[in-house]
Nanobody, 114 residues
């Protein structure tokens, strides 16, 4: 059974930085897409960034130029480097992997304060 465990969330001031990590355990098909989604209170879950097993990336317009997604296939880990954080980046960040089916992590809270 494939499982995802996120880490790295926390409280940070606006303008600061955080790095999220998501480690996968279990057998992962070689062709997959890993990504980060977030959900703010009262809002639907939205895509933040995703990266394919070949390294292609997609970002939400709201985070372009500030966030960077990367992955280490040997470690089965995906990262999200978040810089110039804004109040509106606050939310629960979920790791996601799509192979033959979709899997989610348990989420990690990111709170940006003024």
């Amino acid at each position: 059974q494939l499982q995802l465990v996120e880490s790295g969330g926390g409280l940070v001031q606006a303008g600061g930085s955080l790095r999220l990590s998501c480690a996968a355990s279990g057998i992962i098909p070689s062709i997959n897409t890993m990504g980060w989604y977030r959900q703010a209170p009262g809002k639907p879950r939205e895509l933040v960034a995703r990266i394919s097993s070949g390294g292609s990336t997609n970002y939400a317009d709201s985070v372009k130029g500030r966030f960077t997604i990367s992955r280490d296939n040997a470690k089965k880990t995906v990262y999200l480097e978040m810089n110039s954080l804004k109040l509106e980046d606050t939310g629960v960040y979920y790791c996601n992997i799509i192979t033959f089916r979709q899997y989610w992590g348990q989420g990690t809270q990111v709170t940006v304060s003024s």
